[in-house]
């Protein structure tokens, strides 16, 4: 049988806890203050420990940090108010498995206390396959099974950095607060943002994502809030804006500091009023729209610095998460390159097993500036390139095999170049010179190379240094195979 510690100041709570959960084949123990609880994980040694936050002698966070200290594997579930929920998101961001609303429900109780105990005997039983750093490998690195926690066409992944993640995102769904997602490029922040809506009341109306960082500042405003025809020139007919389209939804604005002030001014209007006109139209329309936006910079340092408007910061920042990226969840990486290889072996209709284990330690040791979505393009350029059952280093990117040798070097000692027109001349006659456009399309190349690895590949810093939107750095690294 399951030993389970309530810690709560309420001897009622204590009581009716113990009794409930010893009906249900559990060993029960209860202390009322953080002390004895802390007493009872030495002696008592549960599986399992429920604690109310607020405790009179010291604090749920203190309490928390002592119990993963000398039982680390115990699963700890917060008992709290509903006007608590920022502090339910704190604590499970320092390690809480879940957190339990007042009034109690038994069949929620019982419920999340065998969730918390199974998960917890699933993490002893598959300990994690890295020592190091390095999964253990043996001659071939099989394929697994998309995990249960695929959703939204995201690989949740399976760490503690992984649980903590979805947690958050289970606790913050069933609400209609607006959320901010912080991430890198290809960290996935659209696909949580889908797996925010999947799991709310919203699920069945639609899901809107806008990326701000392509759009240009003129047309933003019609993408945003729609347009009736005739009511500017090239507006031959009337565009539903794509507040409307997620009317009952959830509109999903990614890198939303790149929008206009002007369309800011706007935005703020729609979101304090709910409801909006389209650009040239008299009608008001009533919205009920959940927004999430997404940045791969701080929006308060955006605020600070006059690029984005403070108020319009202070109206998402309801709820905040951090996607971490791929370089700090090396204990998922595995998963994650064993479930896109599965994928494009269905797309590419080939059967490669796995990954060699000079493969594995090139991903793990490689830092991933593109994260997830670099680590798919990744995996299926070389299984596309792979003949036999593993993926091999000859499949792979010359920076990845590299990198432990390159970032060793000077900074002035740059990656190879993609070939370029003076290249090309060089092979089709000795004497040919190269033009004065082919020198400069290899200094164009250099520099947006020089400020992307400068920036560690963030797209919208590099191009606010580069003086271009978004969409001209895309096209210039689609052209120079960037």
């Known amino acids: 049988m399951k030993k389970v510690l309530v810690v709560d100041d309420e001897a009622d709570i204590c009581f009716l806890l113990k009794r409930f959960l010893s009906k249900n084949e559990f060993i029960v123990e209860t202390a009322q203050t953080g002390k004895e609880g802390l007493a009872l994980i030495e002696s008592f040694e549960p599986d399992l420990v429920m604690t109310d936050f607020r405790l009179g002698d010291i604090t749920g966070t203190e309490l928390l940090n002592a119990i993963k200290t000398k039982r680390p594997h115990v699963p700890v579930l917060i008992i709290t108010g509903y006007s608590d929920i920022k502090v339910a998101v704190h604590v499970m961001k320092l390690g809480a498995y879940d957190y339990i609303t007042k009034p109690l429900f038994p069949d929620e109780i019982l419920v999340t206390v065998k969730k918390a105990l199974a998960d917890a005997e699933s993490d002893k039983s598959g300990e994690t396959e890295f020592i190091s750093g390095v999964a253990e490998t043996t001659a071939v690195k099989p394929v697994r099974k998309i995990s249960h926690k695929m959703q939204a066409g995201y690989v949740m992944g399976q760490s503690e950095v992984a649980d903590n993640l979805f947690r958050q995102v289970d606790l913050v769904a069933p609400t209609n607060f607006s959320v901010i997602i912080y991430g890198e490029s290809g960290s996935g922040k659209e696909a949580i943002a889908h797996e925010i809506h999947n799991r709310s009341k919203r699920k069945d109306m639609p899901f809107v994502a806008m990326d701000c960082g392509a759009i240009s500042k003129e047309l933003a405003g019609s993408e945003l809030f729609g347009h009736e025809k005739g009511s500017f ?16 939804g959830t509109l999903f604005l990614d890198e939303v500091s790149n929008l206009s002030y002007e369309i800011q001014v706007a935005l703020l209007r729609v979101v304090q009023e709910r409801r909006m006109r389209r650009i040239g139209g008299n009608k008001e329309i009533e919205l009920d729209v959940r927004i999430i936006v997404a940045s791969n910079e701080r929006l308060l340092d955006s605020a600070r610095n006059g690029k984005f408007r403070e108020d319009l910061y202070y109206r998402f920042n309801e709820f905040t998460i951090e996607v971490p990226a791929l370089r700090n969840r090396k204990d998922d990486l595995l998963l994650f390159a064993n479930t896109f290889l599965e994928t494009t072996n269905g797309e590419l209709n080939k059967d490669v097993k796995g990954f060699s284990d000079e493969v594995m330690k090139d991903f793990v040791n490689y830092s991933w500036p593109g994260n997830l979505r670099e680590l798919k393009n990744v995996i299926k350029r070389a299984t596309l390139l792979s003949d036999g059952d593993l993926i091999e280093e000859k499949s792979l990117p010359f920076e990845i095999v590299n990198y432990s040798k390159l970032k060793d070097l000077d900074d002035e000692v740059a990656l190879p170049v993609v070939p370029t027109v ?8 000795e004497d040919a010179k190269p033009s004065l456009k082919t020198v400069a399309n290899e200094a164009e190349y250099d520099m947006i190379m020089q400020v992307l690895r400068d920036v560690n590949f963030n797209k919208s810093k590099a191009a606010r240094l580069l003086n271009i939107d978004r969409k001209t750095l895309y096209n210039k690294m689609k052209q120079f195979d960037i």
């Open 233 to 248: 020139t090239g507006a031959l007919q009337t565009k539903i804006g794509h507040f409307e389209m997620a009317n009952g």
């Open 422 to 429: 003076a290249a090309q001349e060089s092979v089709d006659g």
